[in-house]
């Protein structure tokens, strides 16, 4: 059995609850921010960052705390750290990876001004260990290129991660869900938010 073959999804019921107040200004803190970002940059994107949608992400998140419990969080690609700072509102001890460090420092800016403890690193979610997953992938040279690797910048190690959650780009699922098996221990679970197809939960057997 390939790692891969090792995921199961898994059905969890989501409640749809209202965002709580301190979530709504963080999420509305943070797109104006975004936008200052892309601004100051002159240009309509960021590269490699696409905002995942908060106000969807956070019932996911609540929900999956409230079946399974809070433990260890890291997500992948956080960007401004949105994701990883409502994760960490909701107990989890939550870490954030981002290739860009400008969006790191961003994001470490974010949280102190909303009081949150989460931490971040610039580095690859893509341990050496793992790269040759890229190889014959379709993945943005920025990830594919290597870089350090961000779970070591954190000071974690992946087989300790309880939750990972990931905002792809289309296409990109399936490569991680390689990397997520071939690097996380059995028990972990993988939170993948698609813009088409919506949340996958998945746990590595």
């Known amino acids: 059995m390939t790692p891969v073959e ?4 898994i059905h969890h019921p989501v409640t749809h609850r209202p965002l709580p107040t301190e979530v709504r200004r963080l999420i509305d803190d943070a797109e104006r921010r975004i936008e200052d970002l892309v601004t100051a940059r ?6 490699g960052f696409v905002a995942s949608d908060f106000a969807m992400v956070y ?13 260890s969080f890291v997500e992948w690609g ?13 107990g989890f001890d939550a870490c954030g ?29 893509v341990p ?21 690797d961000g779970h070591d910048a954190l000071d974690i190690d992946p087989t300790d991660i309880d939750l990972v959650f ?10 991680i869900e390689s990397v997520f098996a071939r690097i996380c221990d059995p028990g972990a679970m993988l939170l993948m938010w698609e813009r088409v197809e919506g949340a996958r939960l998945l746990r590595k057997d």
Not at 128 to 148: I, K, M, T, V
Not at 166 to 175: L, S
Request: charged share 20%.
């Open 6 to 9: 090792r995921l199961r999804e």
């Open 59 to 71: 019932p996911l998140l609540a929900s999956i705390a409230e079946q399974f419990g809070v433990g």
């Open 42 to 47: 002159g240009d309509t994107s960021l590269e």
């Open 128 to 148: 050496a260990s793992a790269q040759f997953l890229l190889d014959n992938a379709e993945w943005p040279e920025y990830l594919a290129c290597g870089g350090s």
């Open 78 to 90: 956080s960007g401004l750290g949105v994701v990883t700072m409502m994760a960490a509102g909701l």
């Open 166 to 175: 990931v905002f792809p780009w289309p296409g990109e699922a399936r490569v």
């Open 97 to 125: 990876i981002e290739i860009q460090p400008d969006l790191v420092l961003a994001a470490e800016e974010l949280a102190r001004d909303h009081e949150i403890e989460a931490e971040f690193a610039a580095g690859s979610f």
